[in-house]
Protein backbone atom coordinates (compact mmCIF):
# COMPACT_ATOMS: atom_id res chain seq x y z
CA UNK A 1 0.00 0.00 0.00
CA UNK A 2 1.06 3.46 -0.64
CA UNK A 3 3.67 5.30 2.17
CA UNK A 4 2.53 8.21 3.77
CA UNK A 5 6.37 9.75 6.01
CA UNK A 6 5.94 13.01 7.76
CA UNK A 7 8.23 15.27 8.91
CA UNK A 8 9.88 16.55 11.60
CA UNK A 9 8.05 13.83 14.33
CA UNK A 10 8.40 16.44 16.81
CA UNK A 11 8.92 20.17 16.71
CA UNK A 12 9.66 22.41 19.31
CA UNK A 13 8.76 26.35 18.69
CA UNK A 14 8.66 29.83 20.05
CA UNK A 15 5.27 31.39 20.15
CA UNK A 16 5.70 33.97 17.16
CA UNK A 17 8.07 31.75 14.72
CA UNK A 18 7.44 30.28 11.74
CA UNK A 19 7.24 26.12 10.65
CA UNK A 20 7.14 23.94 7.66
CA UNK A 21 6.08 20.25 8.06
CA UNK A 22 6.67 17.94 5.17
CA UNK A 23 4.65 15.14 3.86
CA UNK A 24 6.00 12.66 1.49
CA UNK A 25 3.88 10.30 -0.34
CA UNK A 26 4.56 7.04 -2.14
CA UNK A 27 2.49 6.86 -5.40
CA UNK A 28 0.27 9.39 -6.77
CA UNK A 29 -2.86 11.21 -4.94
CA UNK A 30 -6.36 11.94 -5.01
CA UNK A 31 -7.20 13.06 -1.72
CA UNK A 32 -4.46 14.86 0.69
CA UNK A 33 -5.73 16.28 3.33
CA UNK A 34 -3.92 17.89 6.20
CA UNK A 35 -5.48 17.22 9.98
CA UNK A 36 -4.89 19.07 13.09
CA UNK A 37 -5.31 16.98 16.42
CA UNK A 38 -6.02 19.34 19.17
CA UNK A 39 -4.75 18.57 22.95
CA UNK A 40 -8.51 17.36 23.33
CA UNK A 41 -8.18 14.94 20.64
CA UNK A 42 -10.88 16.49 17.87
CA UNK A 43 -9.15 16.12 14.05
CA UNK A 44 -9.73 19.17 12.85
CA UNK A 45 -9.90 20.01 8.84
CA UNK A 46 -7.56 22.40 7.88
CA UNK A 47 -6.61 21.74 4.17
CA UNK A 48 -8.09 19.93 1.44
CA UNK A 49 -5.14 19.75 -1.17
CA UNK A 50 -4.15 17.43 -3.59
CA UNK A 51 -2.43 19.37 -5.77
CA UNK A 52 -1.66 23.64 -6.00
CA UNK A 53 -1.65 25.45 -2.83
CA UNK A 54 -4.04 26.94 -0.23
CA UNK A 55 -3.86 29.85 2.32
CA UNK A 56 -5.84 30.11 5.28
CA UNK A 57 -5.16 33.01 7.67
CA UNK A 58 -2.21 32.13 9.06
CA UNK A 59 -1.66 28.67 7.54
CA UNK A 60 -1.45 27.82 3.94
CA UNK A 61 -0.47 24.52 2.31
CA UNK A 62 1.53 23.35 -1.00
CA UNK A 63 0.98 20.15 -2.92
CA UNK A 64 3.12 19.00 -5.23
CA UNK A 65 1.72 15.90 -6.97
CA UNK A 66 4.34 15.12 -9.71
CA UNK A 67 6.60 15.26 -6.76
CA UNK A 68 5.00 13.33 -4.76
CA UNK A 69 4.97 16.19 -1.28
CA UNK A 70 2.64 18.37 0.41
CA UNK A 71 3.89 21.34 2.85
CA UNK A 72 2.18 22.93 5.88
CA UNK A 73 3.27 25.59 6.38
CA UNK A 74 2.55 27.54 10.31
CA UNK A 75 3.54 31.77 10.09
CA UNK A 76 3.34 33.42 13.61
CA UNK A 77 3.01 30.30 15.40
CA UNK A 78 0.43 30.61 18.63
CA UNK A 79 0.26 28.45 21.65
CA UNK A 80 -3.49 27.37 20.32
CA UNK A 81 -1.01 25.78 17.37
CA UNK A 82 -0.25 23.19 19.53
CA UNK A 83 -0.91 19.47 19.20
CA UNK A 84 -0.58 16.67 16.60
CA UNK A 85 -0.48 17.29 12.61
CA UNK A 86 -1.71 14.89 10.23
CA UNK A 87 -1.07 14.26 6.43
CA UNK A 88 -3.37 11.75 5.04
CA UNK A 89 -3.95 10.55 1.33
CA UNK A 90 -6.04 8.58 -0.93
CA UNK A 91 -4.16 6.90 -3.71
CA UNK A 92 -5.33 7.26 -7.67
CA UNK A 93 -6.00 3.58 -7.82
CA UNK A 94 -9.59 4.53 -6.21
CA UNK A 95 -8.84 2.68 -2.37
CA UNK A 96 -11.79 4.65 -0.75
CA UNK A 97 -9.86 5.37 1.84
CA UNK A 98 -7.58 7.82 4.02
CA UNK A 99 -4.17 6.90 4.44
CA UNK A 100 -2.59 8.50 7.74
CA UNK A 101 1.32 9.48 8.68
CA UNK A 102 2.68 9.08 12.26
CA UNK A 103 2.08 12.54 12.60
CA UNK A 104 3.97 16.00 13.56
CA UNK A 105 3.95 16.96 16.88
CA UNK A 106 4.20 20.44 17.46
CA UNK A 107 4.57 22.15 20.75
CA UNK A 108 4.53 25.85 20.65
CA UNK A 109 5.80 27.83 23.97
CA UNK A 110 5.28 31.11 25.22
CA UNK B 1 -25.49 21.18 14.65
CA UNK B 2 -22.80 19.39 14.84
CA UNK B 3 -21.67 17.57 11.72
CA UNK B 4 -21.02 14.20 12.60
CA UNK B 5 -21.68 13.26 16.18
CA UNK B 6 -20.72 10.11 18.27
CA UNK B 7 -22.16 8.55 21.11
CA UNK B 8 -20.78 8.09 23.75
CA UNK B 9 -17.47 9.90 24.22
CA UNK B 10 -16.02 8.05 26.42
CA UNK B 11 -16.66 4.34 27.42
CA UNK B 12 -15.01 2.30 30.27
CA UNK B 13 -16.08 -1.07 30.52
CA UNK B 14 -14.65 -4.25 31.38
CA UNK B 15 -13.21 -7.61 29.67
CA UNK B 16 -15.57 -10.20 27.59
CA UNK B 17 -18.59 -7.16 27.46
CA UNK B 18 -20.12 -6.42 24.36
CA UNK B 19 -20.70 -2.63 23.13
CA UNK B 20 -21.87 0.11 20.81
CA UNK B 21 -20.48 3.06 19.57
CA UNK B 22 -23.01 5.45 17.13
CA UNK B 23 -22.19 7.98 14.58
CA UNK B 24 -24.64 10.58 13.09
CA UNK B 25 -23.81 12.88 10.15
CA UNK B 26 -26.21 15.73 9.17
CA UNK B 27 -24.17 16.64 6.16
CA UNK B 28 -25.73 14.97 3.73
CA UNK B 29 -22.88 12.91 2.80
CA UNK B 30 -23.02 9.02 1.25
CA UNK B 31 -20.32 7.51 2.58
CA UNK B 32 -19.04 6.78 6.21
CA UNK B 33 -16.22 5.61 8.38
CA UNK B 34 -15.08 4.08 11.10
CA UNK B 35 -11.14 4.85 12.40
CA UNK B 36 -9.38 3.71 15.05
CA UNK B 37 -6.40 5.56 16.89
CA UNK B 38 -4.03 3.46 18.90
CA UNK B 39 -2.33 5.00 22.00
CA UNK B 40 0.71 6.03 19.59
CA UNK B 41 -1.87 7.88 18.05
CA UNK B 42 -1.72 6.16 14.86
CA UNK B 43 -4.90 6.27 12.43
CA UNK B 44 -6.01 3.57 10.63
CA UNK B 45 -8.66 2.69 8.69
CA UNK B 46 -11.28 0.11 10.10
CA UNK B 47 -14.56 0.03 7.74
CA UNK B 48 -16.38 2.16 5.15
CA UNK B 49 -20.01 2.27 4.11
CA UNK B 50 -21.05 4.09 1.31
CA UNK B 51 -24.94 4.29 0.82
CA UNK B 52 -25.59 1.50 3.30
CA UNK B 53 -23.18 -0.66 1.64
CA UNK B 54 -19.78 -1.89 3.09
CA UNK B 55 -16.72 -1.19 0.72
CA UNK B 56 -14.24 -1.50 2.89
CA UNK B 57 -13.47 -3.74 5.36
CA UNK B 58 -10.09 -4.26 6.58
CA UNK B 59 -8.08 -6.83 8.54
CA UNK B 60 -9.98 -6.14 11.68
CA UNK B 61 -11.30 -8.91 14.53
CA UNK B 62 -14.85 -10.10 13.61
CA UNK B 63 -15.45 -9.54 16.82
CA UNK B 64 -16.16 -5.93 15.23
CA UNK B 65 -19.23 -5.53 13.42
CA UNK B 66 -20.69 -2.22 11.83
CA UNK B 67 -24.04 -1.23 11.10
CA UNK B 68 -25.82 1.52 8.77
CA UNK B 69 -29.11 1.16 9.27
CA UNK B 70 -29.47 4.87 6.58
CA UNK B 71 -27.16 6.85 4.70
CA UNK B 72 -26.90 8.94 7.50
CA UNK B 73 -25.94 6.63 10.93
CA UNK B 74 -22.75 4.18 11.11
CA UNK B 75 -22.60 2.68 14.41
CA UNK B 76 -19.99 0.01 15.51
CA UNK B 77 -20.68 -3.04 17.90
CA UNK B 78 -17.76 -4.82 19.43
CA UNK B 79 -18.53 -8.42 21.37
CA UNK B 80 -15.83 -9.90 23.92
CA UNK B 81 -14.12 -6.64 24.36
CA UNK B 82 -10.37 -7.71 24.81
CA UNK B 83 -7.43 -5.46 26.73
CA UNK B 84 -6.34 -4.59 23.00
CA UNK B 85 -9.41 -2.80 21.97
CA UNK B 86 -8.40 0.12 23.98
CA UNK B 87 -8.47 2.89 21.99
CA UNK B 88 -10.00 6.28 20.17
CA UNK B 89 -12.22 5.00 17.46
CA UNK B 90 -13.54 7.80 14.85
CA UNK B 91 -16.55 8.20 12.76
CA UNK B 92 -15.85 10.21 9.49
CA UNK B 93 -17.82 10.92 6.47
CA UNK B 94 -17.86 12.41 3.18
CA UNK B 95 -20.16 13.59 0.14
CA UNK B 96 -18.76 10.47 -1.77
CA UNK B 97 -16.28 7.32 -2.16
CA UNK B 98 -13.64 8.67 -3.53
CA UNK B 99 -11.46 12.13 -3.83
CA UNK B 100 -13.88 14.20 -1.83
CA UNK B 101 -13.03 15.56 1.85
CA UNK B 102 -13.49 13.64 5.02
CA UNK B 103 -15.01 14.89 7.81
CA UNK B 104 -14.48 13.68 11.48
CA UNK B 105 -16.51 13.26 14.38
CA UNK B 106 -14.78 13.86 17.70
CA UNK B 107 -13.96 10.19 18.67
CA UNK B 108 -15.12 8.05 21.38
CA UNK B 109 -12.19 7.18 23.36
CA UNK B 110 -12.63 3.21 24.98
CA UNK B 111 -10.94 1.94 27.79
CA UNK B 112 -11.31 -1.96 28.62
CA UNK B 113 -10.22 -2.98 31.98
Known amino acids: GIQVEQSPPDLILQEGANSTLRCNFS?????LQWFHQNPWGQLINLFY???GTKQNGRLSATTVATERYSLLYISSSQTTDSGVYFC????????????FGKGTKLSVIP | DTAVSQTPKYLVTQMGNDKSIKCEQN?????MYWYKQDSKKFLKIMFS???????INETVPNRFSPKSPDKAHLNLHINSLELGDSAVYFC????????????FGPGTRLTVT
Open chain 2, 92 to 103: ASSRARSSYEQY
Open chain 1, 27 to 31: DSVNN
Open chain 1, 49 to 51: IPS
Open chain 1, 88 to 99: AVETGAGSYQLT
Open chain 2, 27 to 31: LGHDT
Open chain 2, 49 to 55: YNNKELI
